[in-house]
């Protein structure tokens, strides 16, 4: 098997999420001298993108987005310490968790797998976070961006909540927030005082690296 | 009555003991798990229905709607259940927020769930089909707590082998389906007088006689 095949199985793989065959073939890449990041961003992550753009049309649902997010998941087992290796430093940092009063992560998940996959250090608190626990995540990983994930509209008002809680802490300014979930919307987002809101993963990859440049491009200035 | 299917069984027996002429039109109970097409397919539906001259209500809740019924019932002049889901109207809004207050990780059933959940949860999910993601699905959840309508012995069966594949306790809440009675009573009772009819235009068209159920693919 040569390299574009190589790359076009694991893409095809990964979009039915068969993990044992991602598994294999990335291991296979690597042992052909294929840098993890050709295997990353040529194969691994547009096959993701393409499974959310499946998703979006209808033709995919949960079962097949968790499926090869599970695939890519092994995958990035693999690739992590390899890329760690090549000293490529990540392009950020972010502290992501389910608000608290809400046990729902796939959605959470699936964008944590898309940011890893974007090079970004994924720094994952779970369900159920307090505001207290975001706030002492925030102290010890100094993260660029946090991610309140909510599934109910019951816990949605934890984002004002946590971003209260920044706000009395003296942190607010620190971290850009970014809120995503189900029932979540931009104007919603706009009135909790978050920084960004996206509707599906990829989005919201593309969106934090908007902010973060903004925010970057302001600290130069 | 544009109704869930999955409360279709329970409306139709009340309406018939209550003699409450409607007209039943079930939506499928699936839709649930495409919650952003509940609104469109029940609004296709209830212009049908309005174009006949029929007054129209929702027997859904919100049901993950995230508000796109409260606007299809503005829109249409319409009224739905109260709620987020039928598990409110079942159970009492005050009951439900003090479930979830105590345990976060709370995996409700109706009797309808329980019936169907081989087909509703696992099938739908993809359970049979990839049932490593079981632990994506439900690894978070801590107990089972069953809205019960009417318990017979086979329901009792299927509701302890959930229980089961869950590996979780089960609570068991007879409900009955006074909840939903007392909120259809309101849906199906006098509309508020619109503005027009204070000022003298016609009375909003009456329902026919005798209840007649639908089911819409």
């Not at chain 1, 392009?91 to 968790?97: C, L």
Request: with cysteine; hydrophobic share 45%; proline share 7%.
């Amino acid at each position: 098997m040569n390299q574009d095949e190589l790359l076009r199985q694991l893409y095809d793989f990964t979009l039915v999420g068969n993990a044992p065959e991602v598994l294999s073939l990335t291991n296979q890449g690597l042992a052909m001298g294929l840098g993890p990041e050709m295997l990353l961003y040529e194969a691994l992550i547009p096959s993701l993108e393409e499974v959310g753009a499946r998703f979006e049309r209808g033709d995919f649902f949960v079962p097949e987005m968790l499926i090869a997010g599970r695939a890519m998941a092994g995958a990035l087992e693999v690739l992590r310490p390899l890329l760690a290796e090549t000293g490529a430093e990540p392009i950020g940092k972010i502290v992501m968790g389910t608000v608290k009063g809400d046990v729902h992560d796939i959605g959470k998940n699936l964008v944590n797998i898309m940011f890893e996959g974007a090079g970004f250090e994924v720094i994952d608190l779970g369900v159920q976070v307090s505001p207290e626990k975001f706030i002492d995540a925030i102290k010890e990983h100094k993260p660029d961006i946090v991610g309140f994930s909510a599934f109910l509209t019951t816990t949605m008002p934890m984002f004002k909540a946590n971003i209260n809680a920044l706000q009395k802490a003296g942190m607010r300014e620190q971290v850009i927030i970014m809120v995503g979930g189900a029932p979540v919307t931009q104007e919603y987002a706009d009135v909790v005082g978050a920084d960004g809101y996206a509707s599906d993963a990829s989005a919201a990859v593309v969106r934090a690296k908007e902010l973060l440049s903004q925010r970057r491009a302001l600290a130069r200035a | 009555m544009i109704a869930c299917g999955a409360l279709g069984g329970h409306i139709r027996e009340i309406a018939a003991r209550r003699g409450w002429a409607i007209e039943l039109h079930c939506l499928p109970s699936l839709l649930h798990n495409h919650p952003e097409r509940i609104a469109p397919a029940a609004e296709q539906l209830a212009r049908d229905l309005q174009g006949r001259g029929l007054r129209v209500a929702l027997g859904y809740a919100d049901c993950g709607s995230y508000g796109a019924l409260d606007s299809l019932c503005e829109r249409l002049g319409i009224r739905r259940l109260p709620g987020l889901h039928c598990y409110d109207v079942l159970a009492g809004p005050g009951r439900l927020r003090a479930m979830f207050e105590a345990e976060p990780g709370t995996y409700l059933l109706t009797d309808f769930l329980v019936r169907s959940f081989r087909r509703s949860v696992l099938a739908e999910l993809g359970l049979e089909e990839y049932p490593e993601l079981w632990p994506d699905y439900f690894g978070h959840y801590r107990r089972l707590v069953w809205l019960a309508q009417s318990r017979d012995a086979p329901l009792d069966a299927e509701a302890a082998a959930i229980a089961a594949m869950f590996g979780l306790p089960l609570t068991v809440i007879d409900t009955g389906t006074g909840g939903l009675e007392r909120e259809l009573e309101l849906l199906v009772g006098p509309m508020p007088p619109p503005l027009e009819h204070l000022t003298g235009s016609s009375p909003p068209p009456t329902a026919p006689d005798g209840l007649v159920t639908r089911r819409h693919p």
